[in-house]
């Protein structure tokens, strides 16, 4: 199916496919709600160097690995849908941790490596849960004929977290004093973490008998190797995303972002919907290059609405037309390995955007545009004259 359209289902959408849809979407608020206003507490409060904040937001991407390997086997092994609820106690339980070190610990107490360390535990236990949810929960609770479909959706609702969590964590902040920072963001992060939990719990899901053999360390619902390229374009272009949301602290910015999503839904379905296979992935890079030339020689007001509306609508087209490279890619029965490749890609660029943003070009948002814009058109360029081609040969539906 070479079609730019995903084929509706009306009967896809029940109660159990909302409650694990909604349970997406509240995750990825809990965890993006932090990223804007984390490292401003570090940089104001606890007065940390820039390169150390980037390694404290940068440590997050080396956390999603951790559990990945073990994923096929602890879905096997146990309840499929406990490894996912356990995996949000763990990420509550630390989100509280913050919450209470940073209401009642001598902040002298604390340093870098603290949060170094907690950030790699959030990355991890996020990591599980996202993996086994989306490759695992709500593939069961769909039909085989509208897993694509599935698939596709869901990961609408996580991107549509990706500007909510910012926003909302910004508006919060903006009616609390400095040093609460933190502890108002982890609050409402907690918050959204338990009303995921009750979601999925809401879910029955049937016991399975696992296998006679189970191999405790495993590549199924983790990495699918024959996607590395699109793994590495993929992270090019969520890098160049983490660069901007280390530079964009106000709540008006992710608010256009979400306009940008909004549109780029009704784009793919329509505008995009008989035309050349490339088209949304050039025309996505070519808009996000476009935010950055606007944002590197224009003042005017209207900058602040037209650039990130413009990266809201291109990262929103190119995540789709990404993730079902990544399914056509896979093989039978690595639907849910090629989604766990296009989180971990999406995942990592972002968290290696947010290292660069903060150590390097920490207050030098200029030279970050720049760097932004040059790695949009390496981006451009790898996929159109390798990438594709590349896809185009080795797809399997």
């Known amino acids: 199916m070479d079609t730019q359209n995903t084929p509706i289902h009306i009967h896809l959408w029940h109660k159990d496919f909302w409650f694990l849809a909604m349970a997406n979407m509240l995750l990825t608020i809990a965890v993006y709600m932090l990223i804007p ?11 940390l160097t820039q390169m150390q904040v980037g390694l404290i937001m940068g440590s997050y991407g080396i956390g999603l690995f951790l559990f990945g390997p073990f994923v096929s086997y602890l879905v096997q092994k146990y309840r499929r849908n406990s490894v996912c609820v356990n995996a949000l106690c763990a990420m509550a339980i630390l989100v509280w941790g913050m919450y209470y070190i940073q209401g009642r610990v001598s902040l002298d107490k604390l340093c870098a490596w603290h949060f170094v360390a907690w950030r790699v535990l959030l990355g991890a236990c996020f990591g599980l849960a996202h993996m086994v949810l989306t490759s695992t929960l709500i593939i069961d609770k769909s039909e085989s004929f509208q897993r694509t479909e599935a698939n596709h959706s869901a990961s609408w609702f996580g991107r549509f977290g990706i500007s909510i969590g910012p926003m909302v964590g910004l508006l919060i902040v903006q009616y609390a004093p400095l040093r609460q920072w933190g502890t108002m963001d982890c609050l409402a992060a907690l918050i959204c973490i338990v009303i995921a939990y009750v979601l999925i719990r809401g879910v029955s899901f049937p016991f399975r008998a696992h296998e006679d053999y189970l191999p405790k360390v495993s590549l199924d619902r983790f990495f699918l190797p024959r996607g590395k390229w699109l793994f590495l374009n993929l992270m090019m272009v969520t890098t160049i995303l983490g660069l901007v949301m280390s530079m964009a602290h106000t709540p008006k910015f992710y608010a256009m972002m979400m306009a940008g999503f909004l549109l780029a839904i009704m784009a793919e379905k329509y505008a995009f919907a008989d035309a050349n296979l490339k088209s949304e992935t050039i025309t996505g890079l070519l808009l996000m290059g476009t935010a950055f030339l606007i944002m ?48 971990l890609a999406w995942e990592s660029g972002i968290s290696l955007g947010l290292f660069l943003g903060y150590a390097v070009f920490c207050q030098r948002t200029h030279e970050l545009l720049w760097c932004g814009l040059a790695l949009t058109i390496v981006a451009l360029l790898f996929y159109n004259f390798f990438t594709h081609g590349w896809y185009v040969k080795h797809k399997n539906r």
């Open 296 to 343: 590197l020689t224009r003042r005017q007001v209207t900058v602040e609405y037209i650039a990130p509306f413009f990266i809201g609508f291109g990262i929103g087209i190119i995540g789709s037309r990404f993730l079902l490279f990544f399914l056509k890619l896979s093989r039978h029965c690595q639907r849910g390995t090629s989604q766990s490749t296009f989180f």
């Open 37 to 47: 206003v984390q490292p401003l507490w570090l940089l104001k409060v606890m007065h």
